[in-house]
């Protein structure tokens, strides 16, 4: 059964830097054709992509991102991470982790609850 579980603090302070982990179970994070994403959703608005990690490694972020963003993994815990530096009130969102599988091009899509975090004082 895959599960995806976000983790990190839901509480940050402007300009400081927010660090989310996902946890995955149910296959390696490094399994052709496997997609890791983290995807946030502010207060009654839509779904904004952030950036993907692949099965072999490699990042695409959303370049309208205002944060400096990092996306990273760790293939012994089988986790990836987000990283967010100087971060604003406006990215208090819902934070959520994606693994999308595609396979003979078929797309699965599995999704973390997520995670509220507010940048506040």
């Known amino acids: 059964q895959v599960q995806l579980q976000e983790s990190g603090p839901g509480l940050v302070k402007p300009s400081q830097t927010l660090s989310l982990t996902c946890t995955v179970s149910?296959?390696?994070?490094?399994?052709?054709?496997?997609?890791l994403s983290w995807i946030r959703q502010p207060p009654g608005k839509g779904l904004e992509w952030m950036g993907t990690?692949?099965?072999?490694?490699?990042?695409n972020y959303n370049p309208s991102l205002k944060s400096p963003t990092s996306i990273s993994r760790d293939t012994s815990k089988n986790q990836f991470s987000l990283q967010l530096t100087y971060v604003t009130p406006e990215e208090t969102d819902v934070y959520y982790c994606?693994?999308?599988?595609?396979?003979?091009?078929?797309?699965?899509?599995?999704w973390g609850k997520g995670t509220q975090v507010t940048v506040s004082s």
């Open positions: 994606d693994r999308v599988d595609n396979h003979s091009g078929r797309n699965v899509d599995y």
């Open positions: 149910g296959g390696s994070i490094t399994t052709s054709y496997y997609y």
């Open positions: 990690i692949t099965y072999d490694g490699y990042i």
